[in-house]
């Protein structure tokens, strides 16, 4: 069975700081892995998402990795801003079924 | 891109009542779609896989008479929770597979339920 575990659970850091989000999974078995942002009470917008294939993927400030053998990704966000603040949610969709297994969330504030 | 729908997008009902939530795949026909619920400050929880044109499939410990799903078309998925109770005020979202070239899955904005 799919477990998504993200570290840290929460982190507090001030603003124009570089930082790395961690998410790990049990199973490599997978097809796709997503990182998606959650704002309070709202939905998931969908920040980067890396297929199975392959090892990094890119979107201005945003990096995210994938080492699949090792059942790993990271989230670096370079330059922190407020507006980043936010909870950071780790998903991955495993092959046969396409079930998608989000991991609790990185809460994370930015102080200006 | 492709755009997942859901319809309402909040709603507050009374305790014993039943409300439909509706999810759309707007450009493209997704021939499976997933239902999901998040409690306050926890993450998102897969409920059940819909699969249009059959039966849902149902995670453990999710009720399948409380909540009914139906996928009549390859556009739209229906989740109502049956008799509702407080304990089921939540925040549904839906997904739509999109089996094309990214075969990727696409979530929709999500439904708040208030139960009083």
């Known amino acids: 069975k799919q477990e998504v575990t993200q570290i840290p659970a929460a982190l507090s850091v001030p603003e124009g700081e570089n930082l790395v989000l961690n998410c790990s999974f049990t199973?490599?078995?997978?097809?796709?892995l997503q990182w998606f942002r959650q704002d309070p009470g709202k939905g998931l917008t969908s920040l980067l998402l890396?297929?199975?294939?392959?090892r990094e993927q890119t979107s201005g400030r945003l990096n995210a990795s994938l080492d699949k053998s090792s059942g790993r990704s990271t989230l670096y966000i370079a330059a922190s801003q407020p507006g980043d603040s936010a909870t950071y949610l780790c998903a991955v969709t495993n092959t046969g079924g396409f079930k998608t297994i989000f991991g609790a969330g990185t809460r994370l504030f930015v102080k200006a | 891109g492709a755009v997942v729908s859901q319809h309402p997008s909040w709603v507050i009902c009374k305790s014993g009542t039943s409300v439909k939530i509706e999810c759309r795949s707007l450009d493209f026909q997704a021939t499976t779609m997933f239902w999901y619920r998040q409690f306050p400050k926890q993450s998102l929880m897969l409920m059940a896989t819909s699969n249009e044109g059959s039966k849902a499939t149902y995670e453990q410990g999710v009720e399948k008479d409380k909540f009914l799903i139906n996928h009549a078309s390859l556009t739209l998925s229906t989740l109502t929770v049956t008799s509702a109770h407080p304990e089921d005020s939540s925040f549904y979202i839906c997904s739509a597979r999109d089996g094309g070239v990214r075969d990727t899955q696409y979530f929709g904005p999500g439904t708040r339920l208030t139960v009083l």
């Open positions: 199973d490599s078995a997978i097809y796709n």
């Open positions: 890396i297929q199975s294939s392959q």
